[in-house]
């Protein structure tokens, strides 16, 4: 069976600093993976989305970047964080780039810039 | 693009009763509407989806209805439990640009 990871769970990082969080999935390939942000008591919001590797969709303009350097691993980073920044991170997987396939989320990292 | 409207924001009910959480899209084209469950502090989980060559699909205590033609689909929650609470959410595609676009929730408290 299919499970996606994300890690760390929490962090707690000051304004200006770098941020890196990891996600992994694991029992598919080429998967199409996402980035999702949500502000405390918000819907979710697209950040990006990959259909493989390497290969990498912006939705909205901000400070942050995303990366695809294994086929089932997708980075979400910055390199100077800001307040705004502050959020629950979700990772998601879809067996294909079809928007009418089902997407699966994982856990999430909380992320409170201070 | 698509536009995914979802009432209540907030819902309660006494334990045993139904929940009922609508949403609305704009894209005509759309053919896929999931939700999902958000549990505090865990990542949203899928609980049924429709998609649009039927009209009502049935999981157990959990039913979703399409109208097409209204373009709107529901969330029917028969026999409520606490362990329902939680934070819902509708989708829908943006065709255009295949992606999920998301309403912005509803939570649900069940009372004992």
């Known amino acids: 069976s299919q499970t996606i990871h994300q890690w760390p769970a929490t962090l707690v990082q000051p304004v200006g600093s770098p941020l890196s969080l990891e996600c992994t999935v694991e029992g598919t390939s080429n998967p199409n993976l996402y980035w999702y942000r949500q502000a405390a008591g918000r819907g979710l919001q697209l950040l990006f989305y990959s259909v493989g590797i390497g290969q990498i969709s912006s939705e909205v303009p901000q400070n942050l970047s995303a990366s695809r350097p294994q086929d089932r691993q997708f980075i979400l980073s910055s390199k100077k964080l800001l307040l705004s920044d502050s959020g629950f991170y979700l990772c998601a997987w879809s067996v294909t780039h079809l928007v009418k396939d089902t997407q699966y989320f994982g856990p999430g990292t909380r992320l409170t810039v201070l | 693009g698509e536009n995914v409207e979802q009432h209540p924001s907030t819902l309660s009910v006494q334990e045993g009763d139904s929940a009922v959480i609508k949403c609305t899209y704009s894209d005509s084209a759309s053919n896929y509407f999931p939700w999902y469950k958000q549990e505090l502090g865990k990542g949203p989980q899928l609980i049924i989806d429709?998609?649009?060559?039927?009209g009502e699909k049935k999981d157990q205590r959990i039913a979703v209805t399409l109208n097409k033609t209204a373009k709107h689909f529901s969330l029917h929650i028969t026999e409520t439990q606490p362990e329902d609470s939680a934070v819902y959410f509708c989708a829908a595609p943006n065709t255009g640009f295949q992606k999920l676009v998301f309403g912005t929730g509803t939570r649900l408290l069940v009372s004992p």
């Open positions: 429709i998609r649009s060559n039927v």
